[in-house]
């Protein structure tokens, strides 16, 4: 201000006899009112007569000067200070270094400084992009229609500061402009929304004006309330706003449910209400008047303002990302924000990760899902040993277990875990699903044991795959990992660790087929690795491969360095499976503190099928490793074979805490539900799971069965088209 | 017409004011939120190599951060400036191989920058705004800012120099204001408290160097005379959403174009009483670029977050093949 007047004083005093008001405004007005033909005279006056250079700048001299801009009416010469002339002459008076000296000056030759080749490479570095991009996507989609954007839990995506603080910044300032037709509750709840899914702190606060002026207000309102100055207000109340199940859209909804919350306290919490909004705004760095003045506004026209029913807008990218957004291990979450609690970054590399879960219900009611599984792994097993597949045994087998299957299934269905109807459901689903298998059998059967590779790899040429693939791992983000580690073993064929990696992330993300095809191939590279047999013993115990199983498990004993003495040095032709776990007990013996050997323990006897001394080894080595997830997931698996499916579904819950990207784990809390009964909730951890992989082949069928199951014939089709989006849409968790 | 998919989300079209098939577009990738950016130099005519494209790439710069918009030197016919969002400015040259590009990178922005615009009449100058609150004022030879414009106690979303005066100029910011500036001045010389929500972009008429266009998130467009700024000369009702940019034409003194976060193109003649004269909806995301060809006359080009960029000549139909 004082700026102001002591320029426009100075500028006064200094024209004397102008004709035009001297100050800057009048100015101003005299070159915005002047007719062109004033403007003609004035030029005139002008003693000036500084040329345009024609080229100012060696670097960008190749164009060709233009006498015009064509088009416009600008053809006579250019003059720079046509018009204000009576002012600047006044203001030059008034102040000779002033700023139009440096306009000016600006005409004069300069001294020319080389060109900066200034381009910092773009940044390919950065957080996975299909995964970011599908969720800002689904976020800046939320827009149309008023959807509330629903964040999903997220993985630990490597985000920097800066990142974090361009997200906040850019989509608080966006939000204002494409959700103008809502309130401002609704734009802080959408923004907050963001940023808490994607962990962004909201503590982290950008400088600006307004910031302290707010400040102040903080600390007048703790002083007067005699409030601790902790925590972010507004934090508090958008976890209380997540929390709200009610519609976000509709701004009288929430002033509802919020009435409803805090009842009695009214003004009190509507202040706070107003407070914490304030605090919403100043992250947005901008908390100025005209936006409290304007947040007012919103409200009185997020009511009258209709809502688009554009088609177009319904039918946006929205829908269509989502299943986009599956490629990123990332869904969409029902109403709720659940901050993702994510696992520490741990010592994965010392690990077994390698772990089961699905397969191994067949013994309760998910026993059809093996018969098909078991004999093509026998077959297998039998081909890669003997060389040959012998079909007449095949059938015999295959005959054996369907005789199993029917007295189970004879035997549930007397128990009444199926209802009248289901069954039926369940039947001719399972007839569809043996259908399906025996088409794929021969597919399967054949390409059992090759690793498959993605066909579109942005990885390939990335200069570390391996670390990268690592670094994807530990975040958590395992399809990306994926692709990392096999643009690896592309490059390095003989790396052990990268196709050791390559399986763990498979079995993580429950894809046993190509963990077993890598871990085969990082065996053949290495093939006394302990962490690649134990896997691999897993695996195949996983698959029901009793005597692959024991090999694995055996060479592991037998190539430890301390248990190496336990086994007779000479490895016999053929393993018994109570050799084995003799030979095991006894490494117990040895060291009771070696977690590896009670989760080698726990292996063997759910191949024994003794599950009480299986979850009783689980438990041990729980003792020892309690942030396993792995380990949490092998003992849920255990339970839910042993017919404690409740308490399996809270050792997977243990796991999921662990490790929230943990595909596998998903997958079993469905199949967890699904054994007792409670087919509606296993969909929604299915497709949950499927969101993450869809390439879970047999979340797939698992998903179709529970579907059966839950009389959802409708959704059948989704299924087996395996529209994810719909499926979301249906199912949300 | 012709229709070109740049593999961002487009966030700025410009024309040429040299060459009628020349435009150049500038994008971001994930919305402008986060991640990469790049300009492209779009040629309307099928290159030799891929004939079935209407539009061919001249030339494409990648960024570390999302080009928000650009502008044409209004002096050489190969220079391009960029507003990029990690706060710099950066000069290109298309007759320079995109190693020795860009040419300049002015960092002085302390936020993201979100406008850019040529001085049409002093040609050796620019403007950029940022949401730092400031519009800064550079020539194309100096390795740093002539001068700061702070005032505004927001983002400022853009800046329009004067068609006709060559230190005036206009900038459109959050604060709900509009201002207009003499650069020869140490503060504003106007402020225009145009919409009661932000102001997204401005323009000028060029045919009456005393008309400005504001378009909000309030939806509307008004249009004003600074001389007696009190009531709006027009106000302009139509878009469904935020407004993100209004441009007058440089052919016909009344007619404005606009496009909206409706992901909308509308056409808007100011005097007539149904203003709304054309509207496009071929953009399916939100569309936040759009230009009117200085050297064609009723060819409009848009761009928008489906990634699309559209040349078309007002009264066809953008999608027709």
């Known amino acids: ?733 | 017409m012709p229709v070109f998919k740049v593999p961002f989300n487009g966030y700025s079209v410009k024309f040429s004011p040299f060459y009628e098939s020349q435009l150049a577009v500038a994008t971001a990738q994930n919305f402008g939120i986060l991640g990469n950016g790049r300009l492209h130099v779009l040629q309307l005519s099928p290159s030799p190599a891929n004939p079935g494209q209407p539009i061919s790439e001249i030339s494409s710069f990648d960024t570390a951060d999302g080009v928000y918009d650009c502008c044409w030197s209004e002096s050489h016919d190969s220079l391009i400036v960029a507003a990029v969002a990690d706060g710099s400015v950066k000069l290109y040259d298309l007759s320079l191989p995109p190693t020795a590009n860009p040419i300049r990178s002015l960092q002085e922005h302390t936020r993201e920058v979100h406008s850019v615009d040529y001085n049409v009449v002093r040609k050796d100058s620019f403007l950029s705004s940022s949401w730092d609150d400031t519009v800064k004022l550079w020539t194309v030879d100096r390795p740093s800012s002539v001068r700061t414009f702070k005032e505004h106690a927001y983002c400022v979303y853009s800046t329009a120099w004067n068609p006709r005066h060559a230190d005036v100029f206009a900038s459109a910011s959050g604060d709900c204001t509009a201002r207009i500036w003499d650069v020869r001045e140490p503060a504003s010389t106007m402020i225009l408290p145009a919409h009661e929500f932000e102001i997204l972009s401005c323009d000028w008429n060029k045919y009456d160097d005393c008309v400005i266009a504001t378009a909000s998130v309030d939806k509307s467009i008004k249009v004003w005379d600074v001389r007696s700024f009190r009531v709006p000369v027009a106000v302009l009702n139509g878009h469904g959403y935020a407004v993100r940019k209004v441009k007058f034409s440089p052919h016909r003194g009344s007619v404005i174009a606009s496009c909206s976060y409706d992901m909308t193109v509308c056409l808007w003649d100011y005097m007539v009483e149904d203003a709304l004269i054309g509207r496009y909806d071929h953009h399916t995301e939100f569309t936040v670029g759009v230009d009117m060809s200085v050297l064609v006359e009723g060819l409009l080009a848009s761009t928008g977050w489906d990634e699309l960029v559209y040349v078309w000549q007002h009264g066809m139909d953008p999608r027709a093949p």
């Not at chain 1, 007067?224 to 519609?247: C, I, K, L, S, Y």
């Not at chain 1, 693939?469 to 958590?476: M, N, P, S, V, Y």
Request: charged fraction near 20%.
């Open chain 1, 1 to 733: 201000m004082a700026m102001r007047e002591l320029v426009s004083g100075g500028a006064a005093c200094a024209t004397s006899g102008s004709s035009s008001s001297s100050n800057p405004l009048g100015s101003l007005a005299n070159a915005l009112l002047g007719s062109s033909s004033k403007t003609q005279e004035r030029l005139r006056e002008i003693p000036t007569s500084t040329a345009i250079p024609s080229d100012g700048s060696a670097s960008v001299g190749t164009g060709e000067p233009l006498s015009g801009l064509p088009g416009s009416e600008l053809d006579h010469p250019l003059q720079p200070n046509a018009q204000g002339s009576e002012f600047l002459r006044g203001f030059r008076s008034a102040d000779q270094h002033g700023l139009a000296d440096v306009w000016d000056e600006i005409q004069r030759p300069q001294v020319n400084f080389p060109p900066e080749h200034v381009l910092r490479q773009p940044d390919t570095n950065g957080p996975p992009q299909r995964v970011l991009s599908s969720f800002l996507h689904s976020f800046v989609n939320s827009s149309h229609g008023g959807i509330p954007f629903c964040p999903a839990t997220l993985p630990v995506l490597g985000l920097s500061a800066g990142d974090k603080q361009c997200i906040r910044d850019r989509s608080s300032i966006m939000a204002r402009h494409f959700f103008a037709d809502k309130s401002e509750d609704f734009i802080n709840a959408q923004v907050n929304a963001l940023l808490s899914s994607l962990e962004i702190d909201n503590d982290i606060r950008a400088p600006g004006p307004a910031f302290k002026r707010y400040q102040e207000l903080e600390k007048y309102w703790h002083e007067t309330h005699g409030m601790r100055p902790g925590p972010n207000p507004a934090d508090g109340w958008v976890a209380e706003f997540a929390q709200h199940p009610v519609g976000h859209g509709d701004p009288s909804t929430w002033v509802q449910s919020f009435e409803q919350e805090h009842g009695a306290n009214g003004w009190a919490s509507e202040f706070e209400h107003e407070h914490a909004q304030l605090a919403s705004m100043d992250h947005i760095r901008g908390a100025t008047m005209p936006h409290l003045a304007a947040m007012e506004q919103t409200r009185m026209l997020a009511n009258t303002l209709a809502q688009n029913n554009d088609p177009k807008f319904q039918n946006s990218k929205f829908f269509q990302f989502v299943s986009k957004m599956s490629r990123g291990e990332i869904t969409v979450e029902d109403n709720q924000i659940k901050p993702a609690t994510l696992s520490a970054p741990g010592d994965w590399a010392t690990e077994y990760q390698q772990q089961y879960s699905g397969g191994q219900t067949w013994a309760d009611q998910f026993v059809h899902e093996e018969l098909s599984k078991g004999p093509n792994g026998w077959v297998d097993e039998f081909a890669s040993e003997r060389g040959h597949v012998d079909d007449g045994w095949v059938n015999e087998f295959s005959k054996l277990h369907v005789n199993d299957w029917a007295e189970e299934f004879g035997r549930q269905v007397g128990e009444g875990t199926f209802g009248d109807s289901s069954a039926d459901n369940w039947a001719s689903a399972y007839d569809e699903y043996l259908n399906e298998q025996t088409a794929l059998k021969q597919q399967s059967e054949s390409s059992r044991g090759v690793y498959v590779f993605s066909d579109l790899n942005p990885y390939v040429g990335h200069p570390n795959p391996l670390k990268e693939g690592q670094e994807l791992f530990r975040k958590g983000l395992l399809s990306e990992a994926v692709l990392a580690l096999e643009a690896e073993v592309l490059k390095n064929p003989d790396n052990a660790e990268g196709w050791r990696l390559l399986g763990i992330a498979h079995a993580e993300n429950d894809d046993d087929q190509q963990a077993i095809a890598a871990m085969m191939r990082a065996q053949e590279v290495d093939p006394t690795n302990l962490e690649v047999l134990l896997a691999l013993g897993v695996s195949h115990t996983n698959e029901l491969e009793q005597a692959a199983a024991l090999k694995y498990l055996y060479s592991w004993l037998r190539h430890h360095p301390k248990y190496g003495t336990v086994v007779p040095p000479n490895q016999p032709d053929s393993l018994y499976y109570g050799d084995v776990a003799t030979y095991f007990s006894d490494a117990a013996r040895m060291s009771p503190d070696d977690a590896d050997v009670h989760i080698v323990l726990g292996v063997l006897y759910n191949l024994s099928r003794e599950y009480d001394k299986a979850i009783e080894s689980f438990q041990t080595a729980l003792k020892l490793k309690p942030r396993d997830y792995s380990l949490w997931n092998k003992l849920g698996a255990t339970q839910a074979n042993s017919v404690q499916s409740a308490d399996a579904i809270l050792a997977y819950q243990q796991a999921l805490d662990l490790k929230p990207n943990y595909v596998r784990a998903w997958a079993n809390m469905g199949i967890s539900y699904a054994n007792q009964g409670m087919y509606e909730e296993s969909i929604r951890y299915y497709v949950r799971a499927l969101a993450m992989n869809p390439k879970a082949d047999n979340a797939w069928q698992y998903l179709r069965i529970s579907l059966s199951c839950a009389s959802r014939n409708d959704m059948l089709e989704a299924c087996d088209s395996r529209n994810l989006d719909f499926l979301q849409k249906e199912f949300p968790l």
